[in-house]
């Protein structure tokens, strides 16, 4: 009965985990979207780029160059047009991005200090079962403040995402709506 549970339990997070990846797939197209709205003149780098963001760990730094230049095109495009339209969601991307390169380096710390306190702990204790050290309780706070921090990331990303998007899909409606038809085979 346990292990049928604890199967349940394991695709009940792979589901979720999917899901997750799912979504940040569908925010980063969004910035996609908005970056390729910028006019290639006002551009300030390609928008394939942008999937950049989809490695993992070089996504932490990364994100600063997405927010800066992506939002940069935005306002380019923006007072080209004569428009202000304040800093098109950079601070709300430089936010995320500095949240998650603290909380990479916390959550790398704290994993750190509990791994070097389990393996003093198993070697000290000849595998009794040991309570709760003060390293220990400072390497879960580590990486709870790391979790917190993840969090508060997520919430900048979201208000970033919302942002860009508004702002790029605003600009796609001031742009010209030029269509270039041509020469009809029928009518030469």
């Not at 780029?49 to 935005?74: D, E, H, N, Y």
Request: charged share 15%; glycine share 14%.
């Amino acid at each position: 009965m346990a292990a049928g549970f604890g199967i349940l339990i394991l695709f009940g997070a792979c589901a979720i985990a999917l899901a997750m990846f799912g979504l940040f797939i569908w925010m980063v197209f969004l910035i996609y979207r908005a970056a390729a709205s910028v006019p290639v003149e006002h551009r300030r780098m390609d928008p394939g780029l942008v999937w950049l963001l989809v490695i993992p760990v070089f996504q932490s730094v990364w994100a600063f160059f997405v927010a800066g230049r992506v939002c940069g095109g935005l306002s380019d495009a923006f007072e080209a047009r004569g428009l202000e339209r304040g800093d098109c969601g950079r601070f709300k991307g430089l936010a995320y991005a500095v949240l998650m390169v603290i909380q990479l380096g916390l959550g790398i710390v704290g994993a750190g200090v509990q791994f070097a306190w389990a393996i003093g702990m198993s070697e000290a204790s000849g595998g009794e079962k040991a309570s709760l050290s003060p390293l220990q309780m400072a390497g879960m706070g580590v990486t709870g403040l790391a979790w917190i921090l993840g969090i508060g990331g997520l919430v900048f990303l979201v208000l970033f995402v919302v942002e860009v998007n508004r702002r790029g899909k605003e600009l796609s409606s001031l742009e010209p709506k030029s269509i270039d038809v041509g020469a009809h085979p029928r009518t030469e």
